[in-house]
Structure formats: C-alpha cells, structure tokens
C-alpha cells in the first residue's frame, strides 16, 4: 500500500533522514520511535506531503507521491504534533467547518459520534476552554471524518489520560481490521507501541529501543 524508497532529507548541514526504505500494508498499525530530534515528525510530515524529501520516492496504492499528489492528499489522515483547532470555535463548529472542507459529507449526528468515539462530550463548548488533551482528542475526530486510508499520527495521545488513551487504542485497532486502515503512529510512551503495534520501525540506530521492543516479540525494523 505505502511505498517508500531511499527516502533522504536534510535540513542544511544536518542529514536528518538517510535513504529511509518500508512497506506498509493495508490493515498495519506501525510504530515510528526513535529519540527526540531523530527525524519521526519529518519523516511524517513528508509522508503527509507538507515537505518534500531530497531524494528518494514514495508511492501509496501504486500512485506517486509527485505525480498523483492531489488524489493522495484525499486518500491521508493527519494528525500534527503540533494542534492544528481553531481555538475559537465551538467543538461543534470545528468539526462542521472541517466536514465541509473536505470531500466525504457527513451528517452533524455522525460527526458528534466521531467526537464521542474520540471520548471528546464537549460539543458546544468554545476550544480555547478546552484542556490540552481535549484538543488532541479533537484534532483525532477532525481527521477520521474524511475516512483516510493512510492515518498519520504524530505523538496523538500526549497529554491524553490513560482511560481514553485506552479506548482510543482500541478504536483505532478496530479502524485497521474493520476498514483496513493504515496507520502509522508515533510515541514515546513504549507500553502504547507495544499494546497498539503491529510492527515497529525506529529511526536510528540506539538499541534501547530494540531491547525493550524484542522483550515483547515486536519486529523492529532499524532505519
Ligand atoms: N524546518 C526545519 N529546519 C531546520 N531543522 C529542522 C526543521 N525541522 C526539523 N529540523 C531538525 O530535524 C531534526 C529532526 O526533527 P524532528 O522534529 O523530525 O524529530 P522528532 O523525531 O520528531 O523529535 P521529537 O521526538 O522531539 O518530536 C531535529 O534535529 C530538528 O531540529
Ligand atoms: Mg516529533
């Protein structure tokens, strides 16, 4: 499904990424660690075509990432490391304002369940009264309403409590087996990689990580 071959990116000087190469199947859940500064948020944030690598070349689902970018951007969920909400807007108001945006319509019942799958109640309230960890859970609503056959999540549950982590966790594994979605998902919370993952690629070659994914029978795949 994803493609991604002798991918490199440096910013002036420093190589962050170096001929990065993976395969990602429709279904996978894949976690992307590595320690701060290692390159995960880049290497998202090319896969979510906001940057472009140096060299190399990706495809999803046979179509490249240069060449076909519109119908790629259609086919991908984002969620920055960053919050990206309009602070203020309603709860309510956000989801329409991103429904529209987009090219799935969805009615506003649907995009309430979204929010409440997400463990996110606050509907009518204003974002910028909202807690760090509500803004995550709506950042997560906002980018499921489209449907993406390819989710990518940077760091999406910091500062979210362990009960909706877990309810989370177990919705986004239902996504990957009930409509084969492909999700690849940073974080540094190592009992989270173990629980959500299928697979594990880490960038960088420090063997902690190795050490105490192996503990759990992960594959770890080194970049
Ligand atoms: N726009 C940019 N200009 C210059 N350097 C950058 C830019 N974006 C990232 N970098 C550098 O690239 C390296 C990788 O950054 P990146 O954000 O991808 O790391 P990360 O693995 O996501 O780290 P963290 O775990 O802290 O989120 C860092 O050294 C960072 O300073
Ligand atoms: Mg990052």
Known sequence: MLDVRKVSKAFGTHQVLKEISFKINPGEIIGLVGENG??????LKILATIDRPDSGSISLNNMDYIKDNKTI???????PQDIAVW???SVEENMIFFEKLGWVKKSKKILHELCLDMKLDRWKEKVNTLSG???????LAITLIHEPG????DEPTVGIDLK???????YL???AITKQ???IYTSHDMDEIKKLCDRVLCIGDDPFYEEILKENEKTVITL
């Open 73 to 79: 951007r259609k086919t991908l969920g984002f969620v």
């Open 133 to 139: 960890g509500m803004k995550r859970k709506l950042n």
């Open 164 to 170: 909706s982590k877990n309810e989370i966790g177990t």
């Open 181 to 183: 979605t492909a999700i």
């Open 38 to 43: 290692a390159g995960k948020s880049t290497l």
């Open 173 to 175: 594994k239902n996504l």
């Open 150 to 153: 390819l989710l990518l999540l």
């Open 87 to 89: 602070e203020d807007f």
